[in-house]
């Protein structure tokens, strides 16, 4: 056992002096010591019940005979963090993430781990460190919030609340209406309802391997997520015995199932940044171009909110990622013969697991469209790519060409929208905000939120080298590369420039004469940072460009 190192020989009684400080036994020394790595804290709702999670995880490894050993990682809240300045630490974090972990496994010699993320950035960073590290690990999250309902019985969630701010400003809902949707969008412990970045990547955990079915799907206040919880505990086990390790399921083919699997769900774009990275630390490197292939021939199944009215409890009810996956299995779309944490492979994983509610998960010969749910879009104005939910966009915008309207900050593009500076047509272009600009390449909820609130998300485009949260709904364009700050196109767009969209021919351009933009280009000087401190002074010195999964070198 790799705990070998700090359990056995005289020249190790030093070591175990200090397992002894802790209260462990030699009965216990001599089984595998598996960490358990929970992101428990007080101030995510996503996270208040890991503690619950832990203790169940630990019950399982307990039983199939581990001794689990408990230590933290950090997780930050995005809904919380929007809209400030609070927001530049949330992608951040994952590196963050990644780091610690890695530093708390190798130091302390872990057999095995079980990583217990829920929130956006905790669930890729803590994939990235498994990948990383590379010792038998297996995923179990917290699990998905209840939808809400409001007063009059509909239904609601979080970016329902951020849209009735913007309703608010103009003039659409009054102060009662907004707080009906503040006490009753987030109803219970979870990662909000929708099919936002952190119910994504928990989905997408299964669609890769790394996780037991029911990962993504089961409710966070049912009972189910613990007993989950105490078979992810006995699974590790399993894997340690067999020596299975992440790096022999994270596999190029595991990966283009998980691409493959997003497009169907119509998960958020923050995807297009995570599973880079994650793949990166896997040794396996996917592209932006890669997407569009593979959203090309993947049928969008899925329209859950923020797209439409359904939420996480439906889709688990209707069977959840494993019977989406049987529907895409139906046209080839998937490797089957993968290898997954449940000692299986993904074509024995999911047989039998049927689509029990054609409303919810479409039948693969009747999607929602023919394509999937992520569009990568190229052009003079992102030569190395950009990135729109293309199932949230209202059908009138996949073509729309308007005049710029220019912000160096997601801060005075919310005043103007709230001003009514912003009109039907317009393009807004939020810059300065990309992984190095920002510097963390904040969320843009609120701008979008309130663009679609006030009426115009039929009407008007936002683009930015910022990027959305998975609640974002609407023609939002985001991961513009290269971004501002590295001297890209949309820093020389100016006030009133024709930009030209057209989702689905994946293109996006400047209307700009070539001679134009050049003397632009050679009069453009780079601002000054905006931080020039701590540690998102030293991020953006390392940070990599969005279409390279903003990784740090």
């Known amino acids: 056992m790799q705990s070998d190192n700090i359990k056995n020989g005289v020249g190790r009684a030093p070591n175990r002096s200090l397992l002894y400080a802790l209260g462990l036994t030699e009965e216990e020394f001599d089984r595998p010591m598996i960490g358990v790595v929970c992101s ?63 530093a708390m496994a190798i130091a302390h010699q872990f057999d095995g781990l079980v990583m217990i993320p829920n929130c956006d950035k905790n669930v890729p960073g803590l994939l990235m460190a498994a990948a990383r590290v590379n010792v038998p690990t297996i995923f179990v999250s917290g699990g998905p919030m209840l939808a809400g309902r409001l007063s009059d019985g509909r239904r609601t969630c979080l970016s329902h609340m951020f849209e009735a701010v913007g309703a608010y400003a103009a003039g659409t809902l009054d102060e009662d209406g907004v707080r009906d949707y503040e006490l009753n969008a987030c109803p219970s412990c979870g990662s909000c309802s929708g099919m936002y970045t952190a119910n994504s990547m928990n989905c997408l955990t299964e669609a890769i391997g790394m996780a037991l079915p029911g990962n993504g799907t089961v409710p966070a206040p049912y009972s189910a997520r613990i007993r989950l919880a105490k078979l992810a505990g006995m699974q590790i086990m399993k894997l340690v015995e067999a020596d299975v390790r992440p790096r022999d399921i994270m596999t190029p083919e595991a990966f283009e199932n998980a691409e493959t699997v997003d497009m169907a769900l119509g998960c958020s774009t923050n995807t297009m940044l995570h599973l880079p990275a994650i793949a990166h630390e896997a040794g396996v490197e996917i592209s932006l171009d890669h997407a569009n292939d593979i959203s090309r021939r993947t049928p969008n199944l899925c329209h859950l909110a923020p797209v439409g009215d359904t939420f996480m409890e439906d889709l688990y009810a209707a069977g959840g990622v494993y019977a989406v996956m049987n529907e895409l299995a139906k046209k080839d779309l998937l490797n089957l013969d993968v290898l997954t944490c449940t000692g299986y492979t993904m074509g024995e994983n999911i047989d039998g697991h049927e689509n029990r509610d054609p409303q919810i998960i479409r039948p693969i010969d009747n999607p929602y469209s023919p394509e999937g749910g992520i569009a990568v879009l190229k052009g003079n104005l992102a030569e190395d ?114 930009i030209s969209i057209d989702i689905a021919n994946n293109r996006i351009t400047l209307d700009v004469p070539d001679d134009v933009l050049a003397a632009r280009r050679a009069a453009w000087v780079c601002p000054p940072p905006k931080v020039t401190t701590g540690y998102l002074a030293r991020y953006a010195k390392l940070v990599s460009s969005a279409d390279k999964g903003a990784i740090l070198s």
Not at 59 to 66: N, S, V
Not at 74 to 81: E, F, L, Q, R, S
């Open 40 to 102: 428990y804290n007080e101030i995510v709702p996503g996270h208040m019940n890991l503690d619950k999670i832990a203790e169940a995880v630990k019950a399982g490894i307990r039983a199939a005979g581990g001794t689990p050993i408990e230590f933290p990682a950090i997780a930050v809240c995005d809904g919380i963090a929007m809209g400030h300045v609070g927001m530049k630490y949330s992608l951040v974090t994952r590196d963050l993430i990644a780091d610690s972990t890695e």
């Open 385 to 498: 790519g950009c990135v729109v939910k293309q199932s949230a966009v209202d059908p009138k915008m996949m073509q729309h060409t308007g005049p710029a309207r220019v912000f160096d900050s997601e801060d005075d593009a919310i005043a103007a929208i709230y001003d009514r500076q912003i009109v039907a047509g317009d393009v807004v272009v939020i810059r300065y905000e990309g992984p190095k600009g920002g510097p963390g390449m904040r969320e843009m909820l609120n701008p979008t939120s309130a663009i679609v609130g006030m009426g115009l998300g039929d009407s008007v485009a936002l683009i930015t080298d910022g990027r959305f949260s998975g609640a974002t709904r609407g023609a939002s364009i985001g991961h513009v590369s290269p971004e501002a700050a590295a001297g890209g196109t949309i820093a020389l767009v100016e006030e009133g420039d024709i």
